[in-house]
Protein backbone atom coordinates (compact mmCIF):
# COMPACT_ATOMS: atom_id res chain seq x y z
CA UNK A 1 0.00 0.00 0.00
CA UNK A 2 1.19 3.20 -1.20
CA UNK A 3 1.98 5.58 2.14
CA UNK A 4 -0.15 9.04 2.99
CA UNK A 5 1.88 11.78 2.12
CA UNK A 6 1.98 14.39 5.17
CA UNK A 7 -0.18 17.10 3.72
CA UNK A 8 0.45 20.74 2.52
CA UNK A 9 -0.28 23.60 4.76
CA UNK A 10 -3.87 24.41 3.17
CA UNK A 11 -5.63 22.44 0.61
CA UNK A 12 -6.03 25.08 -2.89
CA UNK A 13 -8.49 21.98 -4.76
CA UNK A 14 -12.36 22.60 -4.06
CA UNK A 15 -13.94 19.68 -1.69
CA UNK A 16 -15.75 17.30 -3.03
CA UNK A 17 -19.65 17.31 -0.52
CA UNK A 18 -21.52 14.19 0.41
CA UNK A 19 -24.47 15.99 2.09
CA UNK A 20 -25.81 13.96 4.32
CA UNK A 21 -29.14 14.26 4.62
CA UNK A 22 -32.11 15.08 7.24
CA UNK A 23 -33.65 11.92 8.60
CA UNK A 24 -30.67 9.87 7.57
CA UNK A 25 -29.98 7.34 10.14
CA UNK A 26 -27.03 6.60 12.23
CA UNK A 27 -25.38 4.15 14.43
CA UNK A 28 -23.28 4.54 17.10
CA UNK A 29 -21.80 2.39 20.04
CA UNK A 30 -20.52 4.36 23.03
CA UNK A 31 -19.26 3.75 26.16
CA UNK A 32 -20.16 5.39 29.62
CA UNK A 33 -17.40 4.37 31.56
CA UNK A 34 -13.23 4.19 31.17
CA UNK A 35 -11.23 6.47 29.34
CA UNK A 36 -13.67 8.44 27.60
CA UNK A 37 -16.96 8.11 29.10
CA UNK A 38 -19.34 9.92 27.27
CA UNK A 39 -23.62 10.36 26.31
CA UNK A 40 -24.82 9.16 23.07
CA UNK A 41 -24.91 12.54 21.73
CA UNK A 42 -21.47 14.06 23.32
CA UNK A 43 -19.28 14.48 21.42
CA UNK A 44 -15.39 14.03 22.43
CA UNK A 45 -13.40 17.15 23.19
CA UNK A 46 -9.97 15.19 24.62
CA UNK A 47 -7.86 14.76 21.78
CA UNK A 48 -6.23 13.44 19.66
CA UNK A 49 -6.86 10.13 20.75
CA UNK A 50 -5.13 7.13 18.26
CA UNK A 51 -8.49 7.60 16.07
CA UNK A 52 -8.31 7.92 12.50
CA UNK A 53 -10.30 11.25 12.03
CA UNK A 54 -9.53 13.41 15.08
CA UNK A 55 -8.76 16.94 14.38
CA UNK A 56 -7.62 18.05 17.75
CA UNK A 57 -4.46 20.11 17.99
CA UNK A 58 -1.43 18.57 19.72
CA UNK A 59 -0.81 18.58 22.45
CA UNK A 60 -3.53 16.28 23.88
CA UNK A 61 -6.06 17.98 26.14
CA UNK A 62 -9.69 19.06 26.03
CA UNK A 63 -10.73 21.68 23.84
CA UNK A 64 -13.45 23.18 21.39
CA UNK A 65 -12.38 20.84 18.72
CA UNK A 66 -15.27 17.74 19.04
CA UNK A 67 -15.36 14.85 17.34
CA UNK A 68 -18.08 11.85 17.21
CA UNK A 69 -17.62 8.65 15.09
CA UNK A 70 -20.83 6.99 13.66
CA UNK A 71 -21.78 4.89 11.33
CA UNK A 72 -24.49 4.44 8.23
CA UNK A 73 -26.34 2.78 5.81
CA UNK A 74 -27.69 -1.15 5.73
CA UNK A 75 -24.59 -2.44 7.34
CA UNK A 76 -24.31 0.06 10.01
CA UNK A 77 -24.07 -1.90 13.09
CA UNK A 78 -22.15 -4.43 11.85
CA UNK A 79 -19.27 -1.56 10.40
CA UNK A 80 -20.13 -0.34 13.95
CA UNK A 81 -18.83 -3.09 15.81
CA UNK A 82 -15.92 -4.17 13.48
CA UNK A 83 -14.76 -0.61 14.54
CA UNK A 84 -15.23 0.29 17.79
CA UNK A 85 -13.30 -3.69 18.90
CA UNK A 86 -10.72 -4.00 15.57
CA UNK A 87 -7.73 -4.15 17.87
CA UNK A 88 -8.89 -7.12 19.85
CA UNK A 89 -11.35 -8.52 17.24
CA UNK A 90 -13.42 -9.41 20.73
CA UNK A 91 -16.37 -7.75 21.39
CA UNK A 92 -17.20 -7.17 25.22
CA UNK A 93 -20.30 -6.15 26.27
CA UNK A 94 -19.47 -5.02 29.69
CA UNK A 95 -16.17 -3.55 30.18
CA UNK A 96 -16.50 0.01 30.11
CA UNK A 97 -20.01 -0.42 29.71
CA UNK A 98 -20.36 0.19 26.07
CA UNK A 99 -24.16 0.95 24.34
CA UNK A 100 -25.48 1.18 21.13
CA UNK A 101 -27.31 4.17 20.07
CA UNK A 102 -29.43 4.77 16.69
CA UNK A 103 -30.80 7.90 15.56
CA UNK A 104 -31.39 10.24 12.68
CA UNK A 105 -30.11 13.19 12.20
CA UNK A 106 -32.40 16.93 12.60
CA UNK A 107 -31.08 18.25 9.73
CA UNK A 108 -28.39 17.60 6.98
CA UNK A 109 -24.49 17.92 7.35
CA UNK A 110 -21.91 18.28 4.96
CA UNK A 111 -19.47 16.22 4.52
CA UNK A 112 -15.91 15.90 3.12
CA UNK A 113 -16.01 12.56 1.04
CA UNK A 114 -13.00 10.60 1.16
CA UNK A 115 -13.99 7.85 -0.79
CA UNK A 116 -14.20 9.73 -3.85
CA UNK A 117 -11.03 11.08 -6.09
CA UNK A 118 -10.48 13.94 -3.99
CA UNK A 119 -7.69 12.46 -1.57
CA UNK A 120 -5.66 12.30 -4.66
CA UNK A 121 -6.19 15.59 -6.50
CA UNK A 122 -5.07 16.92 -2.67
CA UNK A 123 -2.00 15.05 -3.03
CA UNK A 124 -2.78 11.92 -1.75
CA UNK A 125 -4.37 8.63 -1.89
CA UNK A 126 -6.52 6.10 -0.09
CA UNK A 127 -4.34 5.80 2.62
CA UNK A 128 -6.09 8.60 4.37
CA UNK A 129 -8.95 5.95 4.83
CA UNK A 130 -6.29 2.95 5.84
CA UNK A 131 -2.88 2.95 6.36
CA UNK A 132 -1.53 5.68 8.86
CA UNK A 133 -3.98 6.90 11.64
CA UNK A 134 -1.53 9.28 12.16
CA UNK A 135 -1.20 10.74 9.09
CA UNK A 136 -4.94 10.65 8.54
CA UNK A 137 -5.20 13.10 11.72
CA UNK A 138 -2.87 15.51 10.04
CA UNK A 139 -5.11 15.31 6.76
CA UNK A 140 -8.30 15.73 9.00
CA UNK A 141 -7.14 19.06 10.79
CA UNK A 142 -5.64 21.02 7.31
CA UNK A 143 -9.27 20.00 6.27
CA UNK A 144 -10.93 21.34 9.03
CA UNK A 145 -9.05 24.53 8.69
CA UNK A 146 -8.82 24.16 4.93
CA UNK A 147 -12.70 24.33 4.26
CA UNK A 148 -14.66 26.04 7.19
CA UNK A 149 -17.97 24.75 5.11
CA UNK A 150 -17.49 21.23 6.28
CA UNK A 151 -18.87 19.57 8.92
CA UNK A 152 -16.96 16.18 9.22
CA UNK A 153 -15.83 13.53 7.17
CA UNK A 154 -17.49 10.37 4.88
CA UNK A 155 -15.26 7.68 4.17
CA UNK A 156 -15.12 4.04 3.88
CA UNK A 157 -14.45 1.53 6.61
CA UNK A 158 -11.05 -0.07 6.69
CA UNK A 159 -12.49 -3.21 7.91
CA UNK A 160 -15.79 -3.31 5.88
CA UNK A 161 -15.88 -1.11 3.45
CA UNK A 162 -18.72 0.61 4.34
CA UNK A 163 -20.13 3.95 5.19
CA UNK A 164 -18.25 5.34 8.13
CA UNK A 165 -18.63 9.14 9.47
CA UNK A 166 -16.58 11.80 11.95
CA UNK A 167 -18.95 14.57 12.53
CA UNK A 168 -16.73 17.62 13.53
CA UNK A 169 -18.32 19.82 16.50
CA UNK A 170 -19.46 22.31 13.34
CA UNK A 171 -21.66 19.57 12.58
CA UNK A 172 -23.40 19.00 16.25
CA UNK A 173 -26.66 21.02 15.02
CA UNK A 174 -27.80 18.01 13.05
CA UNK A 175 -28.39 15.74 16.25
CA UNK A 176 -31.84 15.10 17.66
CA UNK A 177 -32.90 15.46 21.14
CA UNK A 178 -33.82 11.48 21.52
CA UNK A 179 -32.86 8.07 19.86
CA UNK A 180 -34.74 5.32 18.28
CA UNK A 181 -32.85 2.87 19.85
CA UNK A 182 -30.35 2.49 22.85
CA UNK A 183 -29.76 -0.16 24.69
CA UNK A 184 -26.57 -1.76 26.24
CA UNK A 185 -24.82 -4.35 24.47
CA UNK A 186 -24.82 -6.40 27.78
CA UNK A 187 -28.55 -6.43 26.97
CA UNK A 188 -30.17 -9.96 26.60
CA UNK A 189 -32.21 -8.39 23.57
CA UNK A 190 -29.28 -8.03 21.56
CA UNK A 191 -27.21 -11.03 22.34
CA UNK A 192 -28.67 -12.97 19.08
CA UNK A 193 -28.34 -10.59 17.26
CA UNK A 194 -24.83 -9.80 18.15
CA UNK A 195 -23.69 -13.38 18.06
CA UNK A 196 -24.85 -13.40 14.61
CA UNK A 197 -22.79 -9.99 13.30
CA UNK A 198 -19.88 -11.44 15.49
CA UNK A 199 -20.01 -14.58 13.73
CA UNK A 200 -19.93 -13.09 10.24
CA UNK A 201 -16.99 -10.77 11.21
CA UNK A 202 -14.88 -13.58 12.84
CA UNK A 203 -14.83 -11.91 16.44
CA UNK A 204 -15.10 -13.62 20.02
CA UNK A 205 -18.27 -12.43 21.71
CA UNK A 206 -18.11 -12.40 25.71
Known amino acids: M ?13 EVLRVCAKDTQLVRIYFRKGKYPSLWNEFRQFGPTSSRFDHHTEPKRAQTRAILYATTGAHAVLTALAEVFQNTRHIDRTR ?4 LAVFKLDTAVRLLDTGTGWPVRAGGNMAINSGSREKARAWSRVIYD ?6 GIWY ?14 RGAHALPSRTIFNEALASPKLTAGLLQLAARLNYTLA
Open 2 to 14: EELPDPPERFSVD
Open 156 to 169: PSSITNHECLALYE
Open 146 to 151: SYPVVE
Open 96 to 99: DEPW
